[in-house]
């Protein structure tokens, strides 16, 4: 059974970090492309950040370009996103998914496998 588990979530101040962790199973993560997006209220959902199956290269929104970070450990079927200088817009549930196109580390969700069941990211002071 693929399953995509997401933790780290919760309410921060405006500058303040968090490190949200995805643990798969049930599938070959290592073959896999995996990203993460989020959904604000009233908004669509969008891509946030995607990394290479071997985790080589990462790809990034304009919008936390150069204060989330993306990784991956292949050994634990994990992925870490490290958010940092968090902003009030950067509210929204975030969501993990997996995808053997790769096409997600473009933003394109189309042809995501796996989705997981969301952590919400609260920034308000």
């Known amino acids: 059974q693929v399953q995509l588990v997401e933790s780290g979530g919760g309410l921060v101040q405006p500058g303040e970090s968090l490190r949200l962790s995805c643990a798969a199973s049930g599938f070959a993560f290592s073959r896999y492309a995996m990203g993460w997006f989020r959904q604000a209220p009233g908004k669509e959902r969008e891509f946030v950040a995607g990394?290479?199956?071997?985790?080589?290269?990462?790809y990034y929104a304009d919008s936390v370009r150069g204060r989330f970070t993306l990784s991956r450990d292949n050994a634990k079927d994990t992925v870490y996103l490290q958010m940092n200088s968090l902003k009030p817009e950067d509210t929204a549930v975030y969501y993990c998914?997996?995808?053997?196109?790769?096409?997600?580390?473009?933003?394109?969700?189309?042809?995501?496998?796996?989705w997981g069941q969301g952590t919400q990211v609260t920034v308000s002071s």
């Open positions: 998914a997996a995808d053997r196109t790769s096409a997600l580390t473009m933003g394109d969700q189309r042809f995501v496998n796996s």
């Open positions: 990394i290479s199956r071997s985790g080589s290269d990462t």
